[in-house]
């Protein structure tokens, strides 16, 4: 448990920020300077912007909530794209790049976003595939990966020895989770409720 946490902030740490660690810095897939699309403002992505932010890098945050990327903003995103308003969001982030792309790509969506993710990433860039809220069965344009020289990574958690690399990259840049609300015990099904609805950004932690 990092020095200065909470019991709260600590118990989001084992999974999702292992995971956005191994995705971004642990696996050294961000260059210095280098930039990292985040899709969306959950916990493995909100994790993934605060690392990779602390990192130095340019992060640009994608979300279907204009008040979300605006929040994302405070936390160190240095660009936000609204999907729903723009769909072809991979085009827009080849435009806030100058037409170079992402290094690293955090794939939330799966199905629903490997096409789009691809397009955004650069040339030897790393797709890290975190999630499926899309759906799991994605069919991956394995063309658009070798004309960018890029990799397709997949990434859950990691090690004992990774956490603790981890837990020590939090307390040098003084990282807190970003734990958007928590509840008693009891309250469990209106915390399921809130999960299932999305109406949050970062984690939720059920008191226990």
Known sequence: MPAGMSYEEAATLPTAALTAWMATVGNNNVPRGGTVLV??????ASFAL????????????????DEKLERARSLGAHDGINYKNIPA??????ELTGGRGADVVIDIGGKSTIDQSLKSLAYG????????????????PTAELIR?????QGVYAGSRADYLRMTKFFETHRLHPLVDRTYALENYAAALKDLAAGNFMGKLVIQL
């Open 39 to 44: 899709e969306g403002t959950g916990g493995i």
């Open 50 to 65: 605060q690392i990779s932010s602390a990192f130095g890098a340019r992060v640009i945050v994608t979300s279907s909530s």
């Open 89 to 94: 969001w991979g085009d827009r982030v080849l």
């Open 125 to 140: 860039g790393t797709v890290a595939l975190v999630g499926g809220l899309g759906g799991y069965g994605a069919e991956i």
């Open 148 to 152: 960018r020289v890029a990799r397709a």
